[in-house]
């Protein structure tokens, strides 16, 4: 029988485990509306960005749902759904986020590629409007899940490979569940997100250019580069 080694858990875990238990045992109802983030840090006695982390869990988990400029509520949700162990997106084993950053490596270096080879003009314009966006996000800190999956997807529609659109969408999705806390965080750091768009404005030049072998090397590096501010949380 092969055990693993009892995990720590981390500061967001502990806060989900609250809220989620002040679900369960009804003490939050669907409805409700949980104090601000301040007020939450101030009472928990952790930093804001421990619990942006644990209510950006708690809403992939479909607990909470988060209203600009409203606030945040409790979702109804089933009880059953709430008492089981904690979501997969918080136990998913460090290995199996490393397969999946390595999946998402081979599949959009290739399409890298195949776009730089098969991009119609209209397909260079959708991936450079999204390029566009990028950059209104960046000047606006914003944090720009949005325009940065249009521009993975449009370069994926680009291949003219249905398959690899769809086994993308997949990935991204699943991307966006897991990491997204940690995208957060890669965002808030000085200077990331500067870089990532010259990434991606390198990636969209390559395609434009017919260069199929720096567009997927420009791909790799820039997917490994996230994938290394990724890993610093696991």
Do not use: C
């Not at 238990?21 to 840090?41: N, W």
């Not at 997106?89 to 270096?109: A, G, H, P, Q």
């Not at 993308?168 to 990491?179: E, P, R, Y």
């Amino acid at each position: 029988m092969k055990l693993k080694p009892v995990k720590t858990k981390k500061i967001y875990e502990e806060i989900v485990e609250q809220i989620r238990l002040l679900v369960a045992e009804g003490q939050l109802k669907a409805g409700d509306r949980l104090p601000s983030e301040r007020d939450l840090a101030e009472r928990l006695q952790v930093s804001r960005a421990s619990v942006r982390e644990a209510l950006s869990a708690l809403e992939m988990m479909g607990l909470l749902e988060i209203r600009s400029g409203e606030g945040t509520y409790i979702k109804h949700v089933n009880i059953d759904s709430v008492v089981a162990p904690l979501a997969w997106v918080l136990s998913m084993e460090k290995d199996m986020v490393l397969e999946l950053l390595e999946v998402r490596k081979i599949l959009e270096t290739q399409a890298a590629m195949l776009a730089a080879e098969r991009a119609e003009p209209e397909e260079l314009n959708e991936i450079r409007e999204a390029l566009a966006d990028m950059k209104i996000d960046l000047e606006t800190k914003k944090l720009g899940d949005a325009s940065d999956h249009a521009f993975h997807y449009a370069i994926a529609r680009a291949t003219h490979n249905k398959i690899l659109v769809r086994l993308m969408n997949a990935i991204s999705d699943l991307m966006h569940q897991t990491l997204k806390a940690s995208r957060i965080k890669m965002y808030e750091s000085a200077g990331i997100p500067e870089r990532l768009y010259k990434e991606h404005e390198a990636i969209y030049q390559a395609i434009n250019a017919r260069s199929p072998n720096k567009a997927s090397t420009l791909m790799f590096n820039h997917l490994r580069g996230v994938e290394e501010e990724y890993l610093k949380d696991l």
